[in-house]
């Protein structure tokens, strides 16, 4: 038996196809470019693709590249949430409400109660794990599509977080106090972090405890019996249920542990103090919905989700470096939104690689067979 | 009292349109995810065709223009859905999300660049069109009558016709409840997809347009449309994808909607002192307990949502 060659492999299949979508979503969002104004359309690129090497000095380098590590902790979080639900089979677009909710709580439990930051952290992982059973609930026992639920559970969340939050916001501006000045034990530690970036105090703990849910995720999706179940739930509801599953509870954690693990990306960002929430928002924060891009794009495997959130967040940030006199930072979400477009059609790069591969391995095979004829006819 | 009816049939106008068209699309068997995007898109183009008509145009003109521009560019941008579900087997759920996002992102982006082409110090994502707008209401009394309540009327009456009495409406049908049956006599599965979601992309375009029409004279493009694509979801699950029902919940999505925007003028409702926030959330708690009581008998089409094998029985 030949051993299975690289370009089999199932994960070598999915990195290329997310470089495919990479490549072609960068490249749709510089024709954009072009269209709007061809002349700075090439630096504009560059520069979403630069981010933090925009600038020269390697001081500001580090620093600046300390914030996009700051938000794609939470990024990474949300695109847990959004893949973990997805290998049970479920859509959670409900991760954007749930980061709002993990916000919400963290901030007004620190802002109004002073609790410290480990304390803050358990409460936003409570109340997202209510908030996202409530559509496993839904789910398992109304029959309700959980991208609908999802959807309306953002936005009223949305408002439920303005008006919480109006309570522990600034009196002339509508955004909420800072947490370091008005409650310095609920800021995240930064373990010494921030000395590798040039002293960038919002580079926190946040970042290694996300990589290490992330493994935590992994093992419990491969190697426990609990991830099994989830994954035969997954796969197909009613053969597990036939198996002897608990079907509908299994929906209900699911959704539940997504809306956990949103929630603290939403603690994980508001938390370091870096920004502040605006009592006035009229939009469901763009995090949840990156997510879903850096779940897809991670070939819905969490080791490569790591990569995928920075990459997405590496674009995101790097949006604000655009000649803004012609474009807008909007572009990187333009570019996130093509992405997910694009992941829609990895099945079908995969399947067109799987056919590439066995016509290559049918026609050796038979050019094997022919030397193989060749050298029986000469004996 | 009449401003409420007023804003009432106004939104229950747009959730009936985009509904409708939710409703080919799925009877086809295609769940359209991205009629929130697909409203922005056409939003977006009728917005620009009455940002640059000449302000001494006929007004009829200026409607029927404005339409053609909705439709033109919301249509265009359900085709993305339609080539990457239909063609290509993409997931459903992804591309419907994709589009929704893309949509305002596209939006955003277009319109800051159009207003710091004109001024460079607009960096914002507005069009305003006040004097556009004008020709789109009638004044009856106090009543503002607006033109897309007699376009939601033909629209729901052509959807009924449609669907239950001709042959094209039958074979769309057909292709939601079992594609492979509908292909065996004849029907091409593909190309009867393909028209249920350009029609739902015509309907969510002119919901779009309708609902930046229906109460103020200038659109923030970076705020999408809120929701309401899913929301007129909500309204098609509730009239469990026939018409008529649809018709009549769009009618009490539409008033839940419409509170939030004149309960200051309602006596016992403003002596209530409840605060805003909780009449902008009314709408969608309303869907999620309507949507819990009634998605557990759903009449959905059988086969919405799995792409079209050929090969399968």
Known sequence: MKKKSIFESEGFQSLVASLICIVLGLLLGYIVLLLINPAGAGTAIMAVIKNFLNYSKAALQAKNFGNTLVKTAPLLMCALSVLFCYKVGLFNIGAAGQYVIGACISIYAALAWNLPWWLCIILAIAVGFIYGAIVGLLKAYCNVNEVISGIMLNWIGLYMTNMILTGVKESTSPYTLHLRSNSPGSVLPTLGLDKLFSNNEYVSLAIPLAILITIAIKILLDKTKFGYELKATGYNKNAAKYAGMAEKSNIIVTLAIGGALAALGGAFLYLTDYELWECTSSAVPGMGFNGIAAAFLGGLNPVGTIFSSYFIQHITTGGAYVDKTHYSSQISDLISALIIYLCGFVGFMKLVMKRRIAQKQERSKVTGEVIENKEGGKK | ?313
């Open chain 2, 1 to 313: 009292m009449l401003l409420l009816l007023q804003y009432t049939l106004i939104f229950a106008s747009v959730l009936l349109l985009v509904a409708l068209g939710g409703c080919y699309s799925e009877h086809s068997g295609v769940i359209n995810l991205g009629l929130e995007g697909i409203m922005v898109i056409g939003a977006l183009g009728g917005a620009l065709v009455m940002r640059f008509l000449p302000a001494t145009m006929n007004g009829f003109l200026v409607v029927l223009l404005t339409l053609l521009g909705a439709v033109g560019f919301g249509d265009l941008y359900s085709a993305l859905l339609a080539v990457a579900c239909i063609n290509f087997k993409a997931d459903q759920t992804i591309v419907g999300t994709a589009l929704n996002i893309l949509g305002t992102a596209l939006a955003t982006v277009l319109v800051k660049a159009i207003n710091m082409s004109i001024n460079p110090d607009d960096v914002s994502s507005t069009i305003q069109y006040v004097g556009a707008k004008r020709n789109f209401v009638a004044s009856i009394g106090s009543f503002q009558f607006n033109w897309f309540m007699v376009i939601a009327v033909i629209a729901l009456i052509v959807a009924y016709v449609v669907l239950y009495k001709t042959k094209f409406g039958l074979r769309l049908m057909a292709c939601g409840e079992h594609p492979q049956a509908a292909a065996s006599v004849g029907i091409n599965v593909y190309k009867m997809r393909w028209a249920g979601v350009l029609i739902s992309g015509v309907f969510g375009s002119l919901g779009g347009i309708s609902y930046i029409l229906a109460g103020v004279s200038e659109w923030k493009f970076e705020n999408g449309v809120a929701g309401f694509g899913f929301l007129a979801l909500a309204v098609m699950i509730f009239g469990q994808w026939k018409p008529t029902r649809i018709a009549l919940a769009a009618l009490l999505f539409g008033l839940f909607r419409a509170l939030s925007n004149v309960y200051i003028g309602i006596g016992f409702l403003a002596a209530l002192n409840i605060p805003s926030t909780v009449y902008n959330m009314l709408p969608y708690i309303i869907s999620l307990l309507v949507l819990a009581l009634t998605s557990k008998n759903s009449k959905a089409p059988k086969a919405e949502g799995i792409p079209y094998d050929p090969g399968m029985r």
